[in-house]
């Protein structure tokens, strides 16, 4: 038997006895057999104790890392888990930086752990970083969509425990745009912190799956792969709809932010502001070159958007989506119909596009369908040859149906 498939048979072991650990949890921690709630990962402490009982752990966390309502820092702690440092993503390990905004490292004035932020000039774990680790264990709330950086942050610091022969555990979660696959997938020229692996934009995978796909398919850096360990989620399917407890960053801050994430965010590439300074980020967008709509909005410098958000001070001109429901009734594709026609009615289509468009994009080749005037259709047609390959590669990591 080669290296590999025992590898790939000792991590499937490990999967199952996991499984079996979180229906114990369930079961001894009092649930109901017949209490069909979600139960994130982090919950079913039972499960993952013992693999950290005697050993020095980094936490991979920020405020979504949540226990039954206070943070799993504290609850680990009460534990008397050995927790040396947290690192933090993007917007910090409480959350409340802006998109892009340089996080530091520093101290966490309510545990006193040292905090080493993952996002900035410092995106991976130095080996000195993993000095006095044994184990990292990742707990972080993701929102589905390849754009968002969550992703980027788990795969380098998988990177950084394989290059130092360190064990990963990572806590999953649902997603909550879990229910479909949909956009163009990756061209590796195009490859950035914003989308580093050869998936579309939405992918239909909670984190635990991710990490394993990025393991088995050996996208970690010189094809390595990583001792990691995941404990799945109770009562969750791909299918479910499921409403974050805790806003996963500043500018999703509620479910309706979240499901139209995926397709507003393209206007991040554009000189179309998605809400971004106004109380309704990611369910409005709009432009002062628009020349269609019947909202209007200002945005201006706010918590969560301090950095000069786009058109500040200037009054914009577009589409209110804060009620939006689909035709089907539920969140099922990219809705290419807003960038189109915001596209086909901006005064000045030479500058409607920015160079950060094809970074997010993961391509180039969607903005030239919409300068061609491609319909969403056709454009969406032009996805299905990559879509169904990356479907065949998820299958091989799913956890759940």
């Known amino acids: 038997m080669t290296y590999l498939r025992i590898r790939k048979r000792v991590s499937m072991i490990r999967i199952v006895v996991l499984l079996i650990l979180a229906g114990f949890t369930a079961c001894s921690s009092g649930q109901p057999?017949?209490?069909?709630?979600?139960i994130p990962a982090a919950d079913q402490t039972a499960a993952y104790l013992p693999l950290l009982t005697g050993?020095?752990?980094?936490?991979?966390?920020?405020?979504?890392?949540?226990?039954g309502g206070h943070h799993l820092a504290d609850s680990l702690l009460s534990l008397g888990v050995d927790i040396v440092k947290i690192f933090s993503p993007e917007h910090g390990f409480r959350g409340t930086g802006d998109a892009g905004q340089t996080v530091h490292d520093g101290i966490d004035i309510l545990t006193g752990l040292p905090v080493i932020s993952l996002y900035g000039c410092h995106k991976k774990p130095l080996p000195a970083d993993l000095d006095d680790v044994d184990v990292v264990v990742f707990d972080i709330q993701d929102v589905g969509v390849r754009f968002y950086t969550y992703i980027s942050t788990l795969q380098y610091v998988m990177e950084a425990c394989a290059?130092?022969?360190?064990?990963?555990?990572?806590?999953?979660?649902?997603?909550?745009?879990?229910?479909?696959?949909?956009?163009?997938?990756?061209?590796?020229?195009f490859k950035s912190f914003v989308g580093m692996d050869p998936v579309p934009v939405?992918?239909?995978?909670?984190?635990?799956?991710?990490?394993?796909?990025?393991?088995?398919?050996?996208?970690?850096?010189?094809?390595?792969?990583?001792?990691?360990?995941?404990?799945?989620?109770?009562?969750?399917?791909?299918?479910?709809?499921?409403?974050?407890?805790?806003?996963?960053s500043p500018n999703l801050p509620n479910h309706q932010s979240v499901r139209l994430y995926p397709s507003l965010a393209f206007f991040e590439g554009t000189n179309v502001?998605?809400?971004?300074?106004?109380?309704?980020?990611?369910?409005?967008?709009?432009?002062?070159?628009?020349?269609?709509?019947?909202?209007?909005?200002?945005?201006?410098?706010?918590?969560?958007?301090?950095?000069?958000?786009?058109h500040e001070n200037h009054k914009c001109r577009g589409i209110?989506?804060?009620?939006?429901?689909?035709?089907?009734?539920?969140?099922?594709?990219?809705?290419?119909?807003?960038?189109?026609?915001?596209?086909?009615?901006?005064?000045?289509?030479?500058?409607?596009?920015?160079?950060?468009?094809?970074?997010?994009?993961?391509?180039?080749?969607?903005?030239?369908q919409v300068e061609?005037?491609?319909?969403?259709?056709?454009i969406r047609k032009s996805w299905q040859p990559g879509l169904s390959k990356f479907k065949l590669t998820r299958a091989k990591y799913l956890l759940y149906d």
């Not at 050993?55 to 226990?67: E, F, H, P």
């Not at 290059?163 to 020229?189: A, H, K, S, W």
């Not at 390595?224 to 995941?230: A, F, G, R, Y």
């Not at 596209?343 to 030479?350: A, G, L, R, S």
Request: glycine share 10%; hydrophobic share 35%.
């Open 163 to 189: 290059e130092n022969d360190r064990r990963m555990i990572v806590l999953d979660r649902p997603n909550p745009n879990g229910n479909y696959i949909d956009g163009p997938v990756l061209d590796p020229e």
């Open 55 to 67: 050993k020095r752990v980094a936490l991979v966390a920020n405020q979504t890392s949540l226990v």
């Open 372 to 378: 061609r005037g491609m319909t969403g259709e056709a």
């Open 33 to 38: 057999a017949n209490d069909k709630r979600i």
């Open 202 to 248: 939405v992918y239909g995978m909670t984190i635990g799956e991710y990490a394993l796909m990025i393991n088995g398919e050996r996208w970690l850096n010189g094809v390595i792969q990583c001792d990691i360990s995941v404990i799945p989620c109770l009562n969750y399917d791909h299918g479910t709809e499921y409403d974050l407890p805790v806003a996963p």
């Open 320 to 368: 209110d989506l804060r009620k939006y429901l689909p035709p089907a009734g539920s969140f099922e594709q990219l809705n290419l119909g807003w960038l189109i026609e915001a596209y086909k009615n901006t005064e000045n289509k030479t500058a409607f596009f920015n160079a950060y468009f094809d970074t997010l994009a993961g391509t180039d080749l969607l903005r030239k």
């Open 273 to 310: 502001s998605a809400g971004r300074g106004t109380p309704w980020p990611f369910q409005v967008f709009g432009s002062p070159s628009l020349k269609e709509g019947l909202f209007y909005f200002t945005p201006v410098s706010t918590p969560g958007a301090a950095l000069h958000p786009k």
